[in-house]
């Protein structure tokens, strides 16, 4: 069964940037379109990016086009969300998430669906 483990977050001023992870066991990762999703204190879950099985089509959310970059390793069982020019409506909880590998990337970035797996979540908060 497929597990997914965020790491990287971490507090950070404005302007500054972080690279979070998305581990997986329990499964070969390249049967898997990935999407990192985030929460923020009294907001709904939203997809941030998303990215397809072989890597080669991604999805951006309007608010983080420019700043944020989805890649994924496959060899080594793991998606990436590089963050930069950070900003403090950035702060949440940012989960990833898997679902089959024909998902498009677009529906993979809508947060309510038949998932198969979800990570645990890992906080970013920006503050100076």
């Known amino acids: 069964q497929l597990q997914l483990v965020e790491s990287g977050g971490g507090l950070v001023q404005p302007g500054g940037s972080l690279r979070l992870s998305c581990a997986a066991s329990?499964?070969?990762?390249?049967?898997?379109?990935i999407g990192w999703f985030r929460q923020a204190p009294g907001k709904e879950r939203e997809g941030v990016s998303c990215?397809?099985?072989?890597?080669?089509?991604?999805y951006y959310a309007n608010s983080v086009k420019g700043r944020f970059t989805i890649s994924r390793d496959n060899a080594k069982n793991t998606v990436y969300l590089q963050m930069n020019s950070l900003k403090p409506e950035d702060t949440a909880v940012y989960y990833c998430?898997?679902?089959?590998?024909?998902?498009?990337?677009?529906?993979?970035?809508?947060?309510?669906?038949?998932?198969?797996?979800w990570g645990q979540g890992t906080q970013v908060t920006v503050s100076s």
């Open positions: 329990g499964a070969t990762l390249d049967y898997y379109a």
């Open positions: 998430a898997a679902r089959g590998r024909y998902t498009p990337v677009q529906l993979m970035c809508v947060p309510h669906g038949p998932f198969d797996s």
């Open positions: 990215i397809s099985s072989s890597g080669g089509t991604t």
